[in-house]
């Protein structure tokens, strides 16, 4: 429990862990975008059943990537180079 506390008090790995949430959330955004492109466009139909699926398998797999990082990432002692 002490490491735990100890990593939330690091400031290099709360900056990695935010840099890696930060280009992780954008990813699974622009496969957002790129859904609704498709569903706008006029060659694909994409019900709006099969849409709200896939938006609900991004979020859910964006999110799940980012606490699995996490998860790994809490397994290491960083120190960023100065």
Request: glycine share 4%.
């Given at each position: ?52 699926r896939g938006r609900k398998r991004v ?24």
């Amino acid at each position: 429990m002490e490491k735990d506390n100890e990593r939330e008090g690091n400031p290099d790995s709360n900056f990695l862990q935010f840099q890696v949430r930060r280009k992780v959330t954008n990813l699974y955004k622009n496969f957002l975008f790129i859904l609704e492109d498709l569903q706008e466009s006029e060659g694909t139909k994409i019900s709006s059943e099969a849409y709200r699926r896939g938006r609900k398998r991004v979020l859910d797999y964006g999110n799940d990537t980012i606490r699995e990082i996490e998860e790994d990432l809490s397994s290491f002692d960083i120190k960023l180079k100065d």
